[in-house]
């Protein structure tokens, strides 16, 4: 049944940041230009505007409000857990791609087509990950497993430098074979954690992140590593190691911006600059953004 791919979406900049993701994927898409696409309000109906809806509808986009994320409303985070349970266990197709809005894409995503288990791309700095037991954040991470019944300790590599540390994703992009239920399993992580407040130091960013982080050690074996053309942060890209930080966007699959494609001439001082091409040429013409919070 294909794949699907599924966005959160609320009045204000989210709007524009949708409509790009939706083009990106009809013109560059490949194989997957034509799948389904789900845009989804976790907390309800927030005033997405008619001017939205009528690019939604063409460019073929579904969109879903409904009250999902009832539990922690003011916590924006948590919304696109809510929202990746609710697309594993409603949607028909095989494979359920789970996208942070502010990404686009350049090529035919053709690695997120798991045959099993999920795939996702590490993060790029440790941050809030770990070393392992000599590490400052250890405790953390082992209270973190325990809370959760894991066993399993996996660890992976940052993108960037290539630290070896605890297995730890970058949410932005999660692709998953829905029959196995990693998504619902996400939510209950997720969940488990929130209810015993087993937050970090220094607040409750991440929370997403890091109890995917248990997820996946659960599926360890079912886990795919996505490399840099996948969830590439653009604005990382002068500190990337080689190749990576040199990849014209025709290399690129999915790139993540985050805010920064709202800041009027970005793309144009990115070090090493960004070769020009049709992709470039095109993002351009939909540049700049709204500013994030701008409604």
């Not at 294909?2 to 490949?30: D, H, K, P």
């Not at 539990?71 to 494979?95: C, G, H, M, R, S």
């Not at 490399?227 to 999915?254: G, I, T």
């Not at 020009?276 to 994030?292: F, I, Q, T, V």
Request: negative net charge; glycine residues 6%; contains cysteine.
């Amino acid at each position: 049944m294909g794949l699907a791919f599924v966005i959160c979406v609320e009045e204000g900049s989210l709007e524009e940041q949708a409509v790009l993701f939706a083009e990106s994927i009809r013109a560059w898409g490949g194989t997957h230009a034509d799948s389904r696409i789900v845009s989804v309000e976790p907390r309800g109906e927030s005033g997405i505007s008619d001017a939205t809806f009528a690019e939604f509808e063409r460019l073929g986009v579904q969109h879903r409000a409904d009250e999902l994320n009832d539990q922690f409303p003011k916590y924006p985070i948590a919304n696109k857990v809510f929202t990746a349970a609710w697309a594993e266990e409603n949607l028909e197709e095989d494979v359920i791609a789970v996208c942070d809005t502010d990404t686009f894409f350049c090529n035919d995503p053709v690695r997120l087509d798991v045959e099993r288990g999920a795939a996702a791309r590490p993060v790029g700095q440790k941050k809030r990950g770990s070393t392992g037991p000599d590490d400052d954040n250890d405790a953390y991470w082992s209270r973190m497993y325990e809370i959760c019944g894991v066993d399993e300790r996996p660890f992976t590599e940052t993108t960037r430098a290539g630290t070896q540390i605890r297995a730890y994703f970058n949410s932005g992009l999660i692709s998953v074979r829905r029959e196995e239920g990693i998504l619902g399993q996400w939510l209950a992580d997720f969940l488990t954690l929130m209810d015993a407040k087993h937050f970090p130091d220094d607040g409750r960013r991440n929370m997403d992140q890091l109890a995917f982080a248990v997820t996946a050690a659960r599926n360890w074996d079912r886990m795919e590593i996505l490399q840099a053309p996948y969830n590439y942060m653009l604005r990382r890209r002068p500190k990337m190691p080689e190749p990576d930080r040199s990849m014209p966007l025709e290399e690129l699959v999915h790139v993540h911006y985050r805010k920064w494609l709202a800041v009027p001439g970005f793309v144009d001082q990115l070090e090493p600059p960004i070769p020009d091409g049709e992709r470039l040429r095109w993002l351009k013409e939909r540049l700049p953004l709204r500013p994030p919070g701008d409604s």
